[in-house]
Structure formats: C-alpha cells, structure tokens
C-alpha cells in the first residue's frame, strides 16, 4: 500500500465526493431542500464531520486555508456568477447597486467598528485592551454581504430581478471596498504613526483597485473573444479558452493587489457575447454546464469546510463581545439601508419599495469570505475572540436569516420572479422602447442610461465585433437567435413527440434523382430511357399544372377523366416537339 | 506585486495557455499540420522553449516531474481512451490484443535487454559496468509501446478499425506488463540475491496486477453507475461523477501498485451504457466534450514537457549504446509481431495481414510513460545514459516513425477506415448475424465470443441493467436510440433551413383551447358564452364534416351555398336538441 504517493488528489476528489453525494443525499428527500436551504444542511454536515475528525483525533480539525479558498473555491462561483448575469438589470440598477456597496458598506463598517469600539470601553466586559483600530479591521471583514452565501439563498427563493440583483450585486461589488479598507486597516495596525496622507491614499484607492479591476477583467474579457476567433478548426480545445482566460484575470488582479472578484466579472461579461458568438453550439453548452457544475461544487465544498472549520479549539468567548456584534451588524445594515434607500428614491422613478427594503436589509448574509479573511488577520492576543465573533455571525446569518427569509418573502407577499421568459413579442416591444428611449434623451440633450447603451452597441457593432467575431458581416440579433433557438427546441419536441413530418426531404430527393437521371441520359442517350424520361416529366408538368388550378375556389377538380389526360399530354408533346 | 501568492496556479495556467495557443497556431495553417503530426510540432515548441530557459538561466530546464505525469496528465488521456473505446473491434480483437501486449512486451523486454548485454560485453565501447539487471530494467521501461504517442499519431492516419484497435489496444494494456516488469527488476536491483521463489511471485503478480486492475475499475464503473441514478433533481452536477468515480478507481489502483492505467479503462467502459442511460442528454455532451478537451489539453502538455526536458545537462552521451538501443527496439519489434501474428493467422479465419504486420511493427511509438519511468529509476553512475538513450528513442520513434507513418500508409494502401457511420439497415443486419452465431454456438457446444457476448447481455439486461438505470423499465435497443438521434439530427437540420411544418402543434393548440373553455363553461354557465360555445362547436363540426368529404375525388366543394350551410347547422342543432 502506498498512500503517501496519492495523497493530495486522492483527498481531493474524496472531498469532492463527500460534497457531491450530501448534494444528492438532500434532495432524495422532496421536503427537506424546500424547507432548509442547502447552505445550512451543508454546514450542518460540515459541523458533523468537524465532530467526527475532532473526536477521533482529539486535536481542531484543519480550518480551510484561506489560499485554497481565494485561489481554487472562489473563482469558479464569481464566473459564474458574472457569466450568468442578468445584465439588463444589472446595468439598469448600477447607480443603486454602486451606491450600496460603496457607501453601505463604508458605512457599515465605520458604524460596526465604532459602535464596538465603544461597547470595548464597558469595563465589565474585559475587553478595553481591544483598540479603535483592531475593532474597525474586524469591522472591515465583518461589514461585506458574501456573494457566496446570498447566492446560496436568494437562488432558492425567487425574489423579482430587481431585488435580486440588488442584493447579489452588492454583494459581488463590495469586494473592491472590503480589500481597499481591510488592507489599509491592516496596515494602519503595523504603522506606528498614522498621517493624514495614509488616509487620503486609501480614499484613492478605491479606485485603483475597483476600476484597476474592471480594466484587467475587460482586457482579459477581450483577448478571449478575440482568441476564439481562431478556434474554428479545433472545436474541441474551445471552452478551455474561457475558463483560462477569467481565471488568469483573477489572479493578475489578485497579483496587483486589485479586486479579482470586479475583475472576473467584469472579464466574464465582457467576453459572454462575443465567445458564445464564436464558440460551437456544443462547446457552449459544455461552457455553461460545466461552469456551473463547478461552481455548484466550489459552493458545496465551502460551506461544508465553514462547518468543519468551526469545530475545535481556535474561538475565544466574550458573550458581549458577540452578541453585540451580531446586533450591530444588523441594525446599521438596517440604518444604510433605509438612508440610501431613502436617497436613492428621491432620484428614480422605479423606487425601492419598503418590503423590498425590509428583504435588502434581512438578505445581508455573511459567509466564507469574512471567515478566509479573519484567519489571515495578523497574530494578536484577541484574534481568537475575532474568530469566535465572525464564526457566530456567519452562522447567525446563514442559518436564522437564511431559514426565515422564504416565510417572510411569503407572508411580505414580495413581488417574485416571473417565470416564464419574455416573449418574441415582448423582446421586440422592449428594444423599440429603448431606442425611442435613446432617441428622445439624445433630443433633449439628457446623457441618461439609454444614451450610453445606445452609443455602447453603436461603438460595439462599429469596431468591436469586427475584430472579435469570426462572422462579422453577419451579426445576428438576438431576437433571430431566440426564434433560432425556440425552432430548433420545437424541432426536436416534435422529433421526441414522433410527429415529425418527413415531407420536406422527399422533394430534395426527388429532385436529386431526376438530375441523376439527367445526368445519365446525358452521358448515354439511350433512346428507350429518353423516351421514359420524356413521358415522366411530360405526366408530372401535367400533373402540376392540373393541381395547381385544382384547389382553388372556382375550379372544381376530378372532371377530367384519364383519356382526356392522355389526349392533353400528346398534344402538349406535339407543341414541344 | 505580490507574485509569490498566485504562483502555483497562475504558471499552471500559462502552461495550459502556451500549450492552447501553440495547438491554435499549427490549425491556422492548414498545410502544416496534415504533413507534421501535431506531436511533433509540439515537442519542437518545447525544445524551443526549454531552450530559451536553458540560454537565459544557464542551467538545465525543469524536467516533467513523474508525480505530475502520473497523477495529473496521464489520467484523463486514457479517461478519454476508455470512454471513448469502440468496445465492439476491441471485444473482438481481445485475444490478438493480449497476446501483443503480454507476450509481446515480454518477448521485446528480454529481446532488447539480452541484447544490449551483448552489446555492453563488447570492450572497445567502454559499458562493461553496465550489469545484464540493469539493462533488463532499462529494457523493461523501453520496451513498451505508449499510448499517448500512438493515439496522437494514428488518430491523423485514419487506419481501418481493426489496425487501429490493435496498436492501440495493445499499448493500453501492455502498462500491466511494464508496471510488473519495471517494478521487479527495479527489486532485482536492490537484492543481494534473486531466489527461484521471487521468479515465480514476479510471473504470479503479472495476474494480480493486470485483473486487480479489471477489478477496482468495474466496481468504481458500477457505483458510478448506481450513483447517477439518483440525480434526476440535481442534474447540475451529474458529469462530476463520470470524472471523480474513474479518478478514484485511478489512484485507487495506484495505491495497491495494480495497474492505474488498465484500471481507468475498465472503469469507463464499465460505466459508459448506464451512466448515458441516466444522465441528461446535455449532461452527457458536457461530459463528453469537457472529456475531449482535457485530454486534448494533457496531451500537449505532455508533448510540450517532453521537448522542454529534452534540453539539459541530465544526457551521458555514448554513442554504440544509443545507437544500438534504436536499431534493437526497431528489430525486436518488428521480429515480435511477425511471429506472434503467424500463431494468431493460424488460429483466425480474418487473419492480419502482411501490410498491417508492418505498420503495427512501424507503429510502435515510445513516449512520455518510458520518459517519466527513467527519471523514476534508482540512482546509479549510469542513469544519465539511460535518460540520453530514452530520449532519443522517443524522439526517434515520434519524429521520424511518426512523420514517415503516414505517407508509407498511403504508398501501401492499407485499408482505411470507412468514413461514414453504419446505417440503420447495417445495424439490424449485424445484430442479427450475431444472434443466429451466438444460437449457433450454444447448439454446437462451442463456447466462443459469441456465446459469451449473448451470455454477457442476458445478464446485463436481467440484473445489471435493474440495479443501475432509472428507468429499467424501459430498455431502449441502441437501434431506437440512434433513430432516436437522427430524427433530433434531422428535425435541427429542417429548424436551421427554415423548412419545419407548425402544422402539428396547431391542433394540439386549439384542442388545449377547447378544453380550457369547456372547463370554464362548466364553472360558469354563462347563457350568453354557452350559446356562443355552441355555435362556434357547430360550425366547426360542419365545416371539418364538409371539409372531409370535399377532398375526395367524386364530390365537388363550393356546390353549397351559406346559406344552405345554414339551413343544415339549424337541421343539425335541432336534432341535438
């Protein structure tokens, strides 16, 4: 026997399948997916295998390595995420979804750092050695919404687009912040002094790191589509290309300090359009299947790794420490958004209702990201309260929040998803509507969101698609492609059904035979075959001819008897002769 | 920049990167690749590549490292060479296929390893310290035909069915042999003394090894097989299986030194019917195209790592040893196929012939399996001769065998491989013959493969086929399948001409439409709608009555006037009155 020498994949794809067969394990029984959501049958299965390893061992189960997670589980859930999004809503809801994951979570991390800051400073609490500068870095990591987590939730409940994507895109944008403030807290910690220009450079770094992030994704994004353009005689190396290409934007980012989650999406949806273009219909499919089967994966091993991780002896336990910080993270979640909401209101037409607000608010879960960057805190002696803090607010969140969102989106009423997919129809009202739309704000001088699209597609039919599609003199609509799609999904609905008529390649057929035969006579002349010929095509002129009057209201078919036919051939020969 | 981070995945993806984009290149000029097999172009990247590291750091470039080959880049090439396998030539070649590749390997192993003894006895090329243990272990490691190089090269030469199963066939299963071979020897080595007994558990292991290997591979097959019966709700992670099931029974193998390789292939062909039977039909092209993909990917990288080590200071040049090496591996074969093929002809009425001896001889290609097993050998004075000699035989084989293979398959005129897939017609008419040779067999006593292949069904379809599908209960006949499959072809083709008929979904149209307002009559009973159903049931069933008969050839339409055809809806509402 030798293990040693198979060890790391042979643990690997054991995990792997653990996740996978408690994945199936779930849904055997119809009742329990509908009830629990998965994100927390999964930890539960975590904290039991957690158990079972701590008990048999007698030592902490291995916590998940936060490299494992940033490199090799995160990646595959933010593509897919971002190669998936709905990017109407999105780009509709930009204003409002940049808002709250920038100043929502600036605030909610100056408001939870504080609060607790002051909580630090009750003497009956033990907690005074606690600093305002360790507090806010722990409020920096607890602050940020995880995609991950609301992903895991809001999936299973079907909220309408809108409040989806509000919450899932905060969650996916807050990253730039959460890196820019983590790590300037981080190294405000090891500073001695702190200047006045550390602070301004960290403001200015918001925007390096989230716009540094959209530039390297789109970069990324378009080398990719533009690398497709050559796959056309290897099919088969083709979806290989799109994963390569979002990862390695992923880790330049991470490489460069940047956001790597702004920028894989950012790569993801840039590419989407152009690469389905380009891409066999087939590698598309494996592109999307495959993409989320692994992030389905990913998914499944990080929350059974939070449970495990969360057994053992790291957690120190301050009750007030704890508790305030699960009662902190909700109230000024609650507060930034009731205020943004309340701006963001005032500027739109389209408000944010109160109950979507109330969902907003209560859809704020923390999950595996907090807990990666709590372990990769620099050693200090309280590191062990952090730990215990954030494991208790992931779970908190996960499991009260996620398990009581979906009765309250019932008893709320909350407007859901539709279910069906807009109609041909709809699609074609909507696009008119745009350029209408576009026409009117380019008329009155008004630079709104129409404007830009319109100009965005006018730039990108104009250079874009000619450098990166390989068909470019044909650009298909997207409403073509669908009624390509919907006809071909038909076809073999009816090809399935057995009611398939067989009709059209019978006359191709036909055809064919007669320029065989063509052909033939061509080539030989034989007088007998001519002459056969002659009257088959003689008959079948006639036979069209007399069917085609036929069916019309004011000839009636069947009166003319098979003599007078032959009598109308041989005169019809005579002429042609 | 904080590079150190992201290291690891990141160069692995510029690997994968460099490796994509070479394979790009060599397709966009089309003459290239059909006169250079792609294995050679891509060894010549890597010498290129391996160079440029060797100029600029001045030392010898990383060689492939064998865990990586092993565990990494070797499994999924023969996942796909399983998978993918046409079981029917390979069933019914299996006898001639051990024969080549158990006797065969054996017969050039003791060939070439004797004879190089020979060579080293000679005073005047200094190698008289190369002991005959040593020369047999080297002998065994070079002996064997690989199967990447042999998949990459006759997969561009497009032999006939037969020729190909045979070479390659040969290649996959002779890993048995090489691992009992090369691992026997390598304990000859270190054994102050070889008793009879250790002779005689060498020859025994061969058959622990080789069916152990059947063995680990058909269980993990079947419980991937009864796994996927349960994915129906969760068909997001369906592929995974196919994938970690056949890893594990890889590594699983490894572990108890079986062999991984004929392992792997037992698994996949294990677990092919069932797990198409179960999963989703995008499923199985996902699992099918991201099955191409990877190993079209090892592939290169293999091939790109293979010219890569190439460079380097790890060759003792002497040139007898190298040169006698080639020309011995080119005799021994070609002497080892001549005499196993006449005892095969004897016993076969569809004998090989006399050109396919040659190429199956010529087709001998050595690759990257001897490449990693040299660098896995004991350190001794003279590793670094064996590693010069492996090289130049692989390279030897791949350059100048592989270049050559394919006109001398053209100036032969080998058989080739019939292009077009068999019809419906052939199907039947082949399953047919085999049931009348299998009833043939069972009355005259003779129990041939026919009888164990109608055997082999008969369980399949009363046990098997019950334990692992979903649906048992309803096994479609591979005929139904592919008429299946064409009608979906066909009904794609017509939706993409534009030429599919709606007719069929109308009817089921108005017919839902009728239900739906007969459910509402019954709820309501409007007078007013009641009367307007009526009516509107009326004309129809007039018109569908006169409709019917006017089409035929001794009434006339249009005869009847409106108002005639009013008279008749009265006559008839009265009587249903």
């Not at 000024?332 to 109950?355: E, P, Q």
């Not at 104009?462 to 492609?481: M, N």
């Not at 032959?566 to 019809?572: N, T, V």
Request: a neutral charge; aromatic letters at 12%; glycine letters at 6%.
């Amino acid at each position: 026997l030798d293990y040693q020498h198979v060890q790391v994949p042979f643990e690997i794809t054991l995990w792997i399948m653990l996740a996978s067969l408690a994945k199936i394990g779930f849904h055997l029984y119809n009742k329990l997916p509908s009830v629990v959501p998965e994100s927390c049958l999964l930890i539960f299965v975590g904290l039991i295998m957690g158990g079972i390893i701590y008990g048999l061992n007698d030592k902490s189960p291995p916590v998940m390595d936060s490299d494992i997670f940033f490199l090799y589980l995160l990646p595959p859930i933010v593509l897919d995420a971002g190669y998936f999004m709905p990017s109407r809503p999105f780009f509709e809801n930009i204003g409002t979804i940049l808002l709250y994951a920038v100043v929502g979570t600036i605030w909610n991390v100056f408001g939870i750092g504080f609060s607790l800051y002051g909580i630090c400073q009750v003497r009956a609490f033990h907690l005074q050695d606690v600093s305002l500068l360790h507090n806010l870095l722990f409020s920096s990591l607890i602050a940020a919404v995880d995609p991950v987590a609301v992903l895991a939730v809001f999936e299973e409940i079907h909220v309408n687009e809108k409040l989806h994507i509000l919450v899932f895109g905060e969650s996916l944008l807050n990253d730039a912040v959460t890196v820019v403030l983590y790590k300037l807290f981080r190294s405000f910690c090891e500073m001695p002094v702190i200047k006045t220009v550390d602070v301004f450079a960290g403001v200015g770094k918001f925007f390096v790191v989230g716009i540094g992030g959209v530039l390297v994704g789109l970069t990324f994004g378009m080398t990719a589509a533009f690398t497709t353009r050559f796959t056309k005689d290897i099919r088969v190396i083709e979806p290989l290309f799109v994963f390569l290409y979002s990862y390695l934007s992923y880790l330049t980012a991470e490489m460069f300090h940047l956001s790597g989650i702004v920028a894989i999406i950012a790569c993801a949806m840039g590419m989407k359009r152009y690469v389905e273009a380009n891409i066999s219909l087939k590698s598309h499919t494996t592109v999307k299947y495959f993409m989320k089967m692994w992030s389905s994966v990913s998914d499944t091993l990080i929350f059974i790794f939070l449970g495990v991780s969360t057994i053992g002896e790291n957690h120190e336990w301050n009750w007030p420490y704890i508790c305030f910080t699960v009662i902190f993270c909700l109230i000024w979640r609650a507060l930034g958004v009731l205020v943004l909401t309340f701006f963001v209101n005032r500027f739109h037409v389209n408000t944010v209702t109160s109950k979507d607000q109330f969902i907003i608010a209560y859809g704020g879960l923390r999950g595996a990201i907090c807990f990666s960057l709590v372990f990769l805190l620099p050693d200090f002696h309280r590191k062990k309260l952090f730990i215990a803090a954030t494991t208790v607010v992931i779970l908190f969140t996960v499991f009260v929040q996620g398990m009581t969102i979906r009765p309250l989106v019932d008893l709320l009423h909350v407007k859901r998803k539709r279910e069906s997919a807009p109609t041909v129809g709809e699609q074609i009202h909507i696009r008119f509507l745009d350029h209408l739309l576009a026409g009117i704000e380019d008329i009155s001088g008004h630079w709104g969101q129409y404007y830009w699209k319109d100009k965005l597609e006018y730039f990108n039919s104009k250079y874009l698609q000619k450098i990166l599609l390989r068909e470019y003199d044909q650009p298909k609509s997207s409403i073509v492609l669908l009624y390509e799609k919907l006809e071909r999904k038909h076809a073999i609905e009816l090809a399935e059904a057995g009611q398939l008529g067989h009709a059209p390649s019978h006359p191709s057929l036909l055809s064919d035979r007669t320029v065989i035969t063509d052909k033939k006579s061509e080539d030989t002349l034989n007088p007998d075959i001519l002459e056969n010929i002659q009257e088959i095509l003689a008959r079948n002129l006639y036979r069209i001819r007399r069917t085609g009057p036929a069916y019309s209201r004011h000839t009636l078919p069947g009166e003319t008897e098979p003599v007078e036919q032959a009598k109308e051939i041989l005169i019809l020969q005579r002429r042609s002769l």
